[in-house]
């Protein structure tokens, strides 16, 4: 395969196929957009008729025909070592993004009597609307408000307004999704929430919502907000972006992250050249737009040489200033697909949907809102960690970031409600 056939076609002006981007061009990485605004990233034009799951296992696995064989074994590979991964992929920096919020509420912010004492900042799972809305809330001197606990969601203990700010600054509710439960007893505390909120009794705030959260309580407090803000959706271009300055900002070697199928470069930092190579629009489309899990399966797919592993250890320690300027091949290779357990059924699909409606939630608390009893959803909620399609963090179970896309189309095909991304 040539080059110029694995850059990303794209449409041009005169409705022409292009094979470059006019990085010139790009729109900001951080922007915020209203809701009806979101553009799920398409996939490559050449794999168009291709499920996305299928065509992106396939790229990472596409071999050159005239070789018929990989040009690196994935089993002759080995993971970085954690403190070079920290290098290559640092946890997110949220910082510019709260930045970029703050350009979209600035005429809300300044405006005696807004349309709206309250904004809505929604996003994906791991995309980051927490932090997001939490940062902003540090930027503008805002106070934060603590989500209730779940017992006093239940009790519907209206107390938790007393702890609500009483000055005239701005506040911040990061976490919509843990104000309620799917549950008789736990939708009375949200819905009186909102009231209070949307009414401007509580004064000017910004709450941030999951997006599988906001689907469901827009049913439970019907109340159209064409208004409410999310980030924009990471295509291609963002993601090459983003990758390339995670890396610029903290390596002053040349770096090659290489297809381990292939061979073929799918990204230089410094940049080579303002391609986006058809691998990182496909991972961008698979994981529709969602910055936070496209960053986690970037990760997981970093690979080194055995006798790279020297080097890497030496880098332990070391800041990018102290590391000597070189060249440095990095593998990209394929991730084993989570799977279903064989035995499948709708109970594993209610504690699916449940998790993800509530942002994840403890085990103790699974009974109370499914048909299911303790002894049936434990078993199932580890059959999932098993198969790699939930984690557990501190007693608190959530679908995990590389299945996230997997779970996700199963439960619209079963026609579960689902977000809108």
């Given amino acids: 395969m040539g080059e110029a056939e694995r850059r990303v076609p794209t449409a041009s002006a005169g409705g022409e196929a292009s094979s470059s981007v006019d990085r010139a061009a790009d729109p900001a990485l951080w922007e915020f957009v209203r809701l009806g605004a979101y553009q799920v990233p398409s996939r490559p034009a050449r794999s168009a008729a291709a499920s996305a799951w299928s065509s992106f296992k396939q790229i990472f696995r596409r071999v050159d025909e005239?070789?018929?064989?990989?040009?690196?074994?994935?089993?002759?590979?080995?993971?970085?070592?954690?403190?070079?991964?920290?290098?290559?992929?640092p946890p997110l920096d949220w910082t510019d993004a709260a930045a970029a919020l703050g350009t979209s509420l600035k005429d809300w912010?300044?405006?005696s009597e807004p349309d709206w004492p309250v904004k809505f900042v929604i996003g994906q799972p791991y995309g980051g609307h927490g932090e997001i809305v939490r940062q902003w809330g540090a930027q503008h001197a805002a106070a934060v408000v603590a989500a209730p606990s779940y017992e006093q969601i239940l009790a519907g203990d209206k107390r938790y307004f007393e702890s609500w700010p009483t000055t005239d600054r701005p506040w911040v509710l990061p976490n919509l999704e843990r104000c309620y439960l799917?549950?008789?007893?736990?939708l009375p505390l949200v819905r009186e929430l909102l009231e209070e909120a949307e009414s401007g009794r509580l004064g000017r705030g910004v709450i941030g919502c999951d997006s599988w959260a906001w689907a469901y309580l827009q049913r439970v407090w019907p109340v159209p907000r064409p208004d409410a803000l999310t980030l924009q959706a990471?295509?291609?271009?963002?993601?090459?972006?983003?990758?390339?300055?995670?890396?610029?900002?903290?390596?002053?070697?040349?770096?090659?992250?290489?297809?381990?199928?292939?061979?073929?470069?799918?990204?230089?930092?410094?940049?080579?050249?303002d391609e986006v190579r058809v691998e990182i629009a496909q991972l961008?489309?698979?994981?529709?737009?969602?910055?936070?899990t496209t960053i986690r399966y970037w990760r997981e797919r970093l690979r080194s040489?055995?006798?790279a592993q020297e080097t890497d250890s030496d880098l332990d320690g070391k800041t990018p200033e102290h590391i000597e300027p070189g060249e440095e091949s990095v593998w990209v290779a394929a991730l084993p697909e989570p799977a279903f357990p064989l035995e499948s059924d709708e109970e594993i699909a209610f504690v699916l949907h449940a998790l993800l409606l509530h942002c994840g939630l403890p085990a103790s608390l699974l009974p109370e809102l499914l048909p299911l009893s303790h002894h049936r959803c434990?078993?199932?909620?580890?059959?999932?960690k098993t198969a790699g399609l939930v984690q557990c963090r501190n007693d608190h179970w959530r679908v995990s970031e590389l299945a996230y896309a997997l779970v996700r189309t199963m439960l619209q095909g079963r026609d579960f409600l689902t977000d809108n991304f």
Avoid: W, Y
């Fill in 66 to 89: 005239e070789s018929q064989a990989p040009v690196k074994q994935e089993t002759e590979l080995c993971a970085l070592p954690q403190v070079r991964l920290a290098h290559l992929v």
């Fill in 109 to 111: 912010m300044s405006s």
């Fill in 182 to 186: 799917r549950h008789a007893r736990g």
């Fill in 234 to 273: 990471f295509d291609g271009s963002r993601v090459t972006r983003l990758l390339t300055t995670m890396v610029a900002s903290r390596s002053r070697q040349l770096i090659r992250f290489r297809n381990a199928a292939t061979g073929h470069d799918i990204l230089t930092v410094p940049a080579g050249d």
């Fill in 284 to 292: 961008a489309a698979h994981c529709r737009g969602n910055v936070g």
């Fill in 305 to 307: 040489e055995p006798h």
């Fill in 378 to 384: 434990m078993p199932i909620l580890l059959r999932l």
